[in-house]
């Protein structure tokens, strides 16, 4: 099956730094998407990008299908962006498979 | 917007005892999935199901078994719950499409004790 893998595991950041989180996967896949895991435990929505870029505020997000792997860019990190981030993909016919994560802890 | 509602957030239960997860979403999505979550092991997928009265094993799906009787709720049973299912339980769903998107419900942290 599909493997997902992600980088770093784990980040700490002070408060308005940069940072580039990675996704690689193992195979072709129909779409992408990056979540973020609050502390409360729910996943959230933060990109639906099989390929190119997508911006939405301080997060963007690019993919290239071709090379297998996706990129989530987080600037001016606040506090707010502590968590987990996910990548998953998903092949048709088969089922969402989630990268172990990236535990990220941004510093005031 | 898509809306997953699991309809506990926190559960105590007691070895032995039967318990209902259940899952409800409101964007007639044709898919449905349980994961479990715990530290260490990432999301794992328990069961999963296309359409109604549908299911289909995940990679974890001993101890556990679900439901889907109507296209909106997704139940997932644990027959006899033992101290080993504590866990997060991550109710999704998705459309049947291939360019598909997931939604998540809010989450269940188990507790048996």
């Known amino acids: 099956g599909i493997q997902v893998e992600q980088s770093p595991p784990d980040l700490i950041l002070q408060e308005g730094a940069n940072s580039t989180l990675r996704c690689n996967f193992s195979?072709?896949?129909?779409?992408l998407q990056w979540f973020h895991q609050n502390p409360w435990g729910q996943l959230i929505n933060l990109f639906y990008?099989?390929?190119g870029t997508k911006q939405n505020g301080r997060l963007s997000a690019t993919t290239v299908a071709t090379e297998r792997y996706s990129l989530l860019y987080i600037s001016s990190s606040q506090t707010t962006d502590s968590g987990v981030y996910f990548c998953a993909v998903y092949y048709y016919g088969q089922n969402f498979v989630f990268g172990p994560g990236t535990r990220l802890s941004v510093l005031p | 917007d898509v809306k997953v509602t699991q309809s506990s957030r926190y559960l105590v239960k007691r070895t032995g005892e039967k318990v209902f997860l259940e899952c409800v979403q409101d964007m007639d999505h044709e898919n449905m999935f349980w994961y479990r979550q715990d530290p260490g092991l990432g999301l794992r997928l328990i069961y999963f199901?296309?359409?109604?009265?549908?299911?289909e094993k995940g990679d974890i799906p001993e101890g556990y078994s679900v439901s889907r009787e109507k296209k909106e709720r997704f139940s997932l049973i644990l027959e006899s719950a033992s101290t080993n299912q504590t866990s997060m339980y991550l109710c999704a769903s998705s459309t049947g499409t291939a360019n598909t998107e997931a939604f998540f419900g809010q989450g269940t942290r188990l507790t048996v004790v």
């Open positions: 990008i099989p390929s």
């Open positions: 199901s296309y359409d109604v009265k549908m299911k």
């Open positions: 195979d072709s896949v129909n779409n």
